[in-house]
């Protein structure tokens, strides 16, 4: 019979086997399955693996820290890179969605091999693939795609040339989650809502600065927040809010405001191909509405989104 632990046992002594003294490779993204499989790798073959997690710029407010925390705290040899200039500088002035996806992709790609480029002797990558993205032909939306477009063009760069280790790619969501319970990683990263790799990038609709994505970041933390403090976090597939390039008037005391709009999305899902909106108390939104528009500036509306997939996507863009 399949359990956590079975499973930890005998992939930790497949991987040893299958890894000996080489040096590992792997990009940490904050997310279950990079962590549980670096928790795994980390395990079989300590200072050997090498993580990289990198700050595009696009993550949630405070998230980049805390994550990066939490992995050093489970004694992972982590190295964390602040790129957040180089993907603002490749974002700017470009609204279409795919281009930024394109955009984001190639400076990932950039980062994550110069940083692999300093692990001298490295001859694996890891990666935290799990059964269903084997199975499954991957969303064009999705980061492969903007990493096969980018093959085309400008040959592999050399972290892609390496062997690829993926411990995790015949278990299903759930078991990752179990394995990683079992493995006594934090809860909170264990209990995340998917995040999409391009970020707050793809919930900043047109173009993306500096300024949209701090706006952004704040008013979806106090979403977030609320979400937990409501206790309804978990019942939630996935989350988040989205800045609208839309101005709309307000008034603010005596005066007129004219200012964008912040739109709330919470959706249920199994496995994100089909998702319905989610009902949320109104009370809650409320809340999270008046304290979103007293406490961000730049923002005099907040409005949430009622539509299912299909025929909306769960993003905006
Ligand atoms: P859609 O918007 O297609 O999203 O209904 C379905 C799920 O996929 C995530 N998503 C992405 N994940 N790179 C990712 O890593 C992407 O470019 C991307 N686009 C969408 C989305 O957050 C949802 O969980």
């Known amino acids: ?15 040893k086997a299958k890894l000996g003294d080489d040096k590992v490779v792997l990009g940490l993204s904050g997310g279950v399955d990079s962590s549980v499989a670096a928790v795994l790798l980390h395990q079989a073959i ?36 602040d790129a957040k200039q180089r ?12 281009k930024k996806r394109k955009a984001i992709g190639r400076v990932f790609i950039e980062v994550f091999d110069d940083a692999a480029h300093e692990v001298q002797g490295v001859s694996w990558l890891g990666q935290g693939t799990i059964y269903p993205d084997v199975i499954e032909s991957v969303s064009v939306k999705g980061p492969s795609a903007t ?20 411990p995790l790619n015949t278990l299903f969501k759930d078991e990752v989650r179990r394995v990683g319970k079992a493995l006594g990683i934090d809860p909170n990263i264990l209990g995340r809502h998917p995040f999409p790799g391009p970020g707050l990038a793809i ?36 989350a988040g809010a989205i800045y609208l390039p839309v101005q709309s008037v307000g008034v603010m005391g005596d005066e007129r405001t004219y200012e964008n709009v912040i739109c709330l999305r919470a959706v249920e899902s199994l496995d994100g191909m089909t998702a319905d909106w989610c ?28 539509s299912s997939k299909p025929p909306a996507t769960i993003e905006w863009e």
């Open 279 to 306: 009902h949320l108390p109104y009370d809650l939104l409320a809340k999270i509405s008046n304290e979103i528009i007293n406490n961000v500036k730049g923002i005099n509306r907040v409005v949430y989104d009622i």
């Open 203 to 238: 919930r900043i609709l047109g173009d993306v600065t500096p300024e949209k994505v701090d706006i952004l970041q704040q008013a979806d933390a106090i979403y977030i927040n609320n979400l937990r403090s409501g206790g309804v976090y978990d019942k939630v597939w996935q």
């Open 46 to 81: 300590g200072k050997n693996l090498h993580c990289i997690f990198v700050d595009n710029g696009l993550l949630r407010k405070d998230e980049y820290q805390s994550v990066l925390d939490s992995y050093q705290h489970m004694g992972l040899n982590i190295k964390g890179i």
């Open 147 to 166: 990493i096969k477009s980018h093959h085309n063009v400008g040959g592999l760069p050399d972290f892609m040339k390496l062997k690829v280790v993926e």
């Open 1 to 15: 019979d399949w359990t956590p632990d079975s499973f930890i046992e005998t992939t930790i002594a497949e991987l």
């Open 87 to 98: 993907f603002y500088d490749a974002l700017a002035g470009i609204s279409d969605p795919e």
